[in-house]
């Protein structure tokens, strides 16, 4: 997946500038000018009139670098020297750390991709030391812990998103609903997808059901139902596991009364996982995208008052 497929920083320049609605755009450029001659004083440069510095800003000594982050709402314009290059090496929100909803993403899966890497490293010297069958049973717990690992990702995923969409659509809106749900203790909620589905709903109107085929989100249950089976009874399959429908679709790795997994079924999950991160982060940059101007100028129109 990509790591980074939006920023919470932008370069402010008559592009960035021609975004904002025509109702906002004499205020922003009057605020992003105050921030300019504020700065030029104390550092005791030569100004230049609005009309100059409002023409061909990327060329200019001194360039001002906008953070809109949507997970924490911190607003900062900051005034920089330096070379387009440098100014784009920000990507971190100083206040709550973050990046980008696909960076945050990638790097929860990126650690699944090491516990993988370091598990393999073991399995291949266990390989050289027993036979298939005693090594069926010494990667029983192995694949377990991977999947249990997979699962939390997921969930800090679906949270992770639910809560940047929240602040970028929700920002200085008052909502029983949604402070109810961002502060209260969610639980599993977000770790099974159609939980995590209502929430999405009823806070955003946005329904994850329609954004993914019908392998991709069974597959998202049977994970959670697997996963549930291994912490609550160490993947020994009940009369409760196997009523649901993800005992039929998982049978072939029932042995006996106990689920194995493999290297596959662990990789397969991890696909489907990837692709809900993939598919919820291009819905959520395509929103800030449209909403991030708004936001800005809210902020600063409600902080002169």
């Not at 990509?2 to 402010?12: D, E, Q, W």
């Not at 010297?125 to 999947?147: A, G, M, P, R």
């Not at 997808?193 to 249950?221: M, P, Q, V």
């Not at 912490?231 to 009369?239: E, K, Y």
Request: net charge positive; aromatic share 14%; charged share 25%.
């Amino acid at each position: 997946m990509k790591k980074n497929v939006g920023n919470i920083y932008n370069i402010v320049d008559e592009r960035f500038i021609s975004h904002f609605s025509p109702q906002h755009m004499d205020f922003m450029k009057k605020h992003y000018y105050s921030v300019y001659l504020g700065y030029c004083k104390k550092e005791k440069r030569k100004i230049l009139s609005p009309e100059v510095f409002f023409t061909n800003m990327r060329q200019r000594k001194i360039k001002l670098l906008q953070l809109c982050c949507p997970y924490c709402g911190e607003m900062f314009v900051l005034p920089l020297k330096g070379k387009i290059a440098d100014i784009k090496k920000f990507n971190y929100c100083w206040h709550c750390g973050k990046s980008s909803a696909s960076y945050n993403a990638f790097s929860q899966l990126s650690s699944l991709g090491r516990i993988g890497n370091f598990h393999a490293i073991g399995l291949e010297v266990v390989k050289k030391i027993y036979d298939e069958e005693k090594l069926q049973s010494l990667t029983y717990e192995v694949y377990h812990l991977e999947i249990i690992q997979l699962t939390s990702i997921l969930e800090v995923i679906l949270r992770d998103f639910f809560e940047a969409f929240i602040h970028i659509s929700y920002l200085g809106v008052q909502n029983n609903y949604v402070a109810s749900v961002i502060n209260k203790s969610t639980g599993n909620d977000f770790m099974n997808i159609e939980k995590a589905n209502n929430h999405y709903k009823r806070a955003l109107d946005i329904n994850l059901r329609s954004l993914f085929d019908d392998e991709t989100w069974l597959d998202l249950l049977d994970l959670v139902n697997i996963r549930n089976t291994i912490v609550h009874n160490n993947g020994m399959v009940d009369s409760v596991f196997e009523r649901t429908r993800t005992y039929q679709r998982v049978k072939n790795c029932i042995s006996g009364n106990l689920i194995f997994l493999n290297k596959k079924n662990v990789q397969h999950y991890l696909n489907q996982v990837v692709k809900v991160a993939n598919v919820i982060g291009e819905s959520f940059e395509k929103r800030y995208d449209t909403l991030k101007y708004e936001m800005i100028a809210n902020y600063y129109f409600n902080k002169k008052k």
